[in-house]
């Protein structure tokens, strides 16, 4: 009999992404986490110019930005970045194990 070991339980956990911009239309978040994709994880108004999107994420260290009518944009209340291929910076994001 052949030993296999079990494969370990990745637990997601609960991601909030917020954005303030009185002025904005349209926001999403994008990152590695959804191949950059502008249009999969729009975010929603609150009505009082803050912009929220829930995700559940395994853990890992993931890179993102928020697009921001048409514009990217760094989060400003995350200031882990590091810079991309295009000359500027994206957030990085770790997401820890439960219990770590």
């Not at 370990?8 to 909030?16: E, F, Q």
């Not at 999403?28 to 912009?51: I, Y």
């Not at 500027?88 to 997401?95: A, K």
Request: hydrophobic share 30%.
């Amino acid at each position: 009999m052949n030993d296999v070991p079990s494969p370990k339980t990745t637990h997601r956990r609960r991601i909030v992404f917020s954005f303030s911009d009185k002025a904005a239309h349209e926001v999403a978040v994008a990152g590695d986490f959804n191949q950059w994709n502008r249009k999969s994880h729009r975010m929603k108004p609150n009505g009082q110019g803050r912009w929220q999107k829930i995700m559940m994420l395994p853990p890992g260290q993931y890179e993102y930005k928020f697009w921001v009518d048409g514009r990217w944009r760094t989060d400003p209340d995350n200031p882990i970045q590091s810079p991309n291929c295009f000359g500027t910076y994206n957030n990085v994001l770790q997401v820890l194990n439960k219990g770590s």
